[in-house]
């Protein structure tokens, strides 16, 4: 399980996104999705002078569907069972929101209605719902998928579990953002999330069901093919524990017609 895809979409730099924002720049905001934290602009991989801070919005990189999306359609917020068995994954605990917001001039504002699909292998690597791989087929099952509208302050939160990793990538999650225009197109933009290694070492090392596969994994955060092409941008942040769990939020702002 080591063929997820070449990296897709590319970042904004500096110079286009305080363009949109109407921060100068000139005339070059186009169509296309950006992430949002508290960071200012040019402290991260964005290009151009330093000084004008983003009000609240930065660049985060698109990256690869990977060979695992199935669209299930399951809307729910606990991902973590599989609903033909009632099998719940075990696992650390994580509570995942994602605060989505339209991007325009002047900032962000809070984006109801964004369609947010959530994916992972669970603690032992393994992916529902697909065969091949290397993995063990899942067919028919969808353990730790699912997908939730955004609320009218742009949020959705999912329960699920902390990923196990497999042979050719550092752990990780993806998830999927869609929007339906007036026009009555969709707009789409996917990415992954990611980890800090000595915090997935530990929890691998010691940590059940994890510990029944160990932590002698090959590929960290460094050296992930997906990683280097933006993935520092996308590493969560995470408070509380193993035991009791750990939670996170995670902002991405659309810029959207």
Not at 64 to 92: A, N
Not at 131 to 157: C, H, I, K, M
Not at 158 to 178: A, M, S
Request: hydrophobic content about 35%; aromatic content about 8%; some cysteine.
């Amino acid at each position: 399980m080591d063929n997820d895809d070449a990296m897709v979409g590319t970042l904004l730099s500096r110079r286009r996104a305080l363009a949109l924002l109407g921060l100068g720049g000139g005339a070059l905001a186009t169509t296309g999705l950006m992430g949002c934290n508290g960071t200012a602009a040019g402290s991260g991989t964005g290009t151009g002078g330093t000084g004008t801070a983003l009000p609240s919005c930065v660049v985060r990189p698109a990256l690869t569907e990977g060979p695992y999306f199935v669209d299930t359609k399951l809307q729910r917020s606990d991902i973590r069972s599989d609903t033909g068995t009632g099998t719940i994954q075990l696992g650390v605990p994580l509570s995942l929101t994602f605060q989505i917001t339209r991007v325009g001039s002047g900032g962000c504002t809070p984006l109801g209605g964004v369609m947010v699909d959530l994916w992972q292998c669970n603690a032992l690597g393994v992916y529902s719902g697909v065969s091949g791989n290397g993995q063990p087929s899942t067919v028919g099952q969808d353990f730790l998928r699912g997908y939730q509208l955004t609320d009218a302050r742009g949020e959705a939160t999912f329960t699920t579990i902390y990923p196990g990793w497999y042979p050719g990538r550092t752990p990780h999650l993806h998830f999927k953002l869609r929007v339906l225009s007036a026009s009555g197109s969709t707009q789409e933009f996917t990415s992954q999330l990611f980890f800090e290694d000595a915090l997935s070492d530990t929890i691998y090392r010691t940590v059940s069901p994890y510990a029944t596969k160990g932590a002698n994994r090959s590929v960290r955060n460094a050296n992930d093919n997906i990683y280097q092409n933006g993935g520092s941008q996308l590493l969560l942040t995470l408070s509380g524990d193993a035991a009791s769990g750990y939670r996170s939020t995670i902002d991405i702002g659309m810029n959207i017609a």
